[in-house]
């Protein structure tokens, strides 16, 4: 039996021990409370300093002369960091906490009493239930205790975190500082770090790490505060990214309460033609064109001074004294007393819209003109506008003898890309649980569905395709869509979804000469595969994306900005994005004319979002239902409006 168990058995049995030890650790005798026990001699336990760990030696000095106190753990309630380090040693078989007072004795030796205390004094509520991660350090910079938020969080179990060097799973962020590892010695230190998970995976969090020292200055441990800023950070990034595509697209400019300008964006400084060092601290009367009235800006003033939004048509003139036009929000930021103290201007150009209006204008005024010349001799040929009347008749009975002819080719074009798209009772076969929402804008469509399944191999393709266009044109696409996807994974026998896309790519261009002409059509699409018997599921996308739900969590897997087929700036390949496959996995796919569709009060655009929350809110019904949801939002939301796209949306689960 190890002198560890001997202490816990000791101890489960008497529930109070009382240890003599030498000047050099070793156990002289041990006592209960009912006297020495003879079983457990100093023959038995060596050394007292051994069982405990080194680090107990620091408070047990050779001047043993001294009283002894009790090493109060500030961050604890009267505990002695001794217990702690005793605990954490004995805590895989421990079912309790441990209190060790030491006291001096004659002939220079040391009592320690090891006293049971029933409830775990270290897993108290108030450091479990603090919203961070909490960790306590010896001078090894090892681990000797963490708060249950720590094993949370980071997925370690006591068994792999206690007496784990610290440097092993929270490293500093290169990529924020260029310092060292965490460095305990520090008073203090707080900064940025990658926290490494159990499981591999990483979190960013912030560190404030700090040594505690007894009355004598003596080092106790160090704690160490982590706050996980993980989320924070992808948020931070993503504002970042919608800065940059606001910068991109708009004339942003800021001024003081006065109407100072204190920032500029690249964009304003290429409309004005002024740099940015000219524009700072000046006003935008350096702007001023002649075209609106004092009352104009007046106006404006007063609506924005007063906390409220102001928008409109501005005419502005660059530094070149050339005229551009403008169409401005203006945002006050009003301070705790109500008062304007920034406001942030977002402006667009709409310089040709303008050029535009003037010439409808121009035009229409003359058009006025020109009907007034004409209408004297209107009247003089009214007697040859009746006779041309008759003509126009019999002309009409042929026109709509001829959209007939035509709505009859159209009506049997559909025939045709029916008789195309993959059969419906087939895909039960392989996937029992799924549905298909298709409807067509107009009598044929540019969205069509396909799928197949490779016996040899067990993979099952799906694939949801928007092509150029909708109506005859789409059609024609889609009849080119098919044939190359048929082409591709029947006759090429190409399974991988990344290569699908890029052979299809390959032959949109080629089949369109889109090297030597100005054709610019083409299609987005996204590409499940389901590979049974390697019990995977792999997707790319040419711009659609796919929405997975495993488990209950939710991944929404974007494609590669990039469409089979139209003008591309550079070639890059598509990526293969793979999940395990595991049962009950719902997988949707879709083109955009679901959430583009235009409907609700306002007449706005359903949106992506509204989609996926519409979907997984309802992802626990059986697909049929699934897909008379879909269809009963859709119409709601439409209303009396019209349909503008071809709408596609393709639901599966294994």
């Known amino acids: 039996m190890s002198e560890k168990n001997k202490i816990i058995d000791l101890l489960n049995l008497k529930e109070q021990i009382f240890i003599k030890v030498n000047r050099e650790s070793i156990i002289q005798h041990v006592f209960s409370d009912e006297g020495k026990l003879s079983s457990f001699s100093k023959s038995e336990f060596k050394n007292f300093k051994e069982l405990i760990g080194t680090s107990l030696g620091e408070y047990f000095p050779i001047e043993l002369q001294s009283y002894i106190t009790e090493v109060v753990f500030k961050t604890f309630h009267s505990h002695t960091i001794a217990s702690l380090t005793f605990n954490q ?16 004795l004659e002939n220079s030796q040391v009592g320690i009493w090891l006293s049971v205390y029933k409830e775990d004094y270290i897993s108290t509520p108030f450091y479990e239930k603090i919203p961070v991660m909490l960790l306590y350090l010896n001078q090894e910079e090892e681990v000797i205790w963490a708060n249950k938020q720590f094993y949370r969080k980071s997925k370690f179990d006591a068994d792999q975190l206690v007496t784990e060097h610290v440097r092993e799973f929270l490293k500093i962020n290169l990529k924020i500082s260029q ?52 989320q924070m950070k992808l948020t931070q990034i993503e504002l970042e990214y919608q800065k940059l595509a ?52 007046t106006n404006m ?17 660059n530094k070149d004294g050339n005229i551009y036009w403008v169409y401005t929000t203006i945002i006050p930021y009003m301070d705790e007393k109500n008062r304007p103290y920034r406001y942030q201007a977002i402006r667009f150009e709409i310089t040709k819209r303008k050029e535009l209006e003037t010439e409808i204008v121009h035009y229409t005024k003359g058009l ?107 059609a024609f696409m889609s009849m080119i869509g098919s044939t190359l996807l048929d082409e591709t994974v029947k006759t090429k026998n190409i399974s991988n979804p990344a290569h ?74 598509f990526t293969t994005h793979e999940f395990d ?13 679901y959430q583009d569709q235009f409907g609700g009060h306002n007449g706005q655009k359903f949106m992506r979002k509204n989609l996926k929350e519409l979907i997984s809110k309802n992802r ?4 049929v239902k699934q897909k008379e949801v879909l269809a009963e939002t859709l119409e709601k939301w439409q209303g009396n409006y019209n349909q503008i796209d071809d709408i596609l949306v393709m639901g599966f689960e294994l």
Not at 89 to 104: D, G
Not at 261 to 288: M, P, W
Not at 301 to 317: A, M, R
Request: with cysteine; hydrophobic share 35%; glycine share 6%.
């Open 368 to 474: 006025e003109r020109l009907v007034k010349d004409r209408t004297q001799e209107l009247h003089q040929k009214t007697e040859l506008l009746e006779e041309s009347y008759a003509k126009s008749i019999e002309q009409n009975e042929k026109l709509h003898s001829k959209n007939r002819y035509i709505q009859k080719s159209i009506n049997y074009a559909k025939r045709i890309q029916d008789s195309i798209l993959p059969s419906e009772d087939i895909l039960p076969i392989y996937l029992q649980k799924h549905f298909i929402l298709f409807k067509p804008k107009d009598i044929v469509s540019g969205d069509f569905y396909w799928w197949h399944h490779n016996k040899e191999s067990g993979c099952t393709i799906i694939s949801a395709i928007d092509c150029t266009g909708h109506g005859v044109p789409g």
């Open 620 to 623: 626990h019904l059986s697909m």
């Open 500 to 573: 699908i896309l890029k052979e299809m790519q390959e032959q949109i261009a080629d089949i369109l000469q889109q090297n030597i002409t100005n054709n610019r059509d083409g299609m987005d699409m996204n590409i499940i595969v389901l590979n049974q018997k390697k019990r995977k599921i792999y997707f790319a996308g040419a711009k659609n994306p796919v929405f997975l739900i495993q488990n209950g969590k939710e991944y929404w897997v974007k494609g590669d900005r990039m469409s089979i087929g139209g003008k591309q700036l550079f070639s890059r390949e």
């Open 179 to 230: 310092r060292d590892a965490l460095k305990i010695k520090d008073s203090s230190i707080r900064t940025e770090y990658k926290l490494i998970c159990a499981d591999k995976s990483e979190l960013i969090v912030i560190v404030s790490a700090v040594n505690q020292y007894d009355e004598e200055e003596n080092f106790l441990c160090t704690s160490v505060v982590v706050r996980d800023v993980t």
């Open 89 to 104: 040693i004995l805590h895989t078989e421990l079912p309790f906490s441990i209190k060790m007072q030491a006291m001096p």
């Open 246 to 297: 606001i910068d991109e697209s708009a004339i942003v400019a800021a001024t003081d309460a006065k109407g100072n300008i204190i920032y500029a964006n690249d964009k304003f400084c290429e409309i004005t033609k002024y740099s940015r060092e000219e524009v700072l601290g000046q006003n935008h009367r350096i702007l001023k064109s002649k075209h609106h009235s004092d009352a104009f800006f």
């Open 581 to 593: 496959w595991i049962e009950g996995t719902q997988i949707y796919l879709f083109s955009d004319g």
């Open 301 to 317: 003033w007063k609506i924005i001074s007063s906390g409220k939004v102001w928008q409109g048509e501005i005419c502005n003139i």
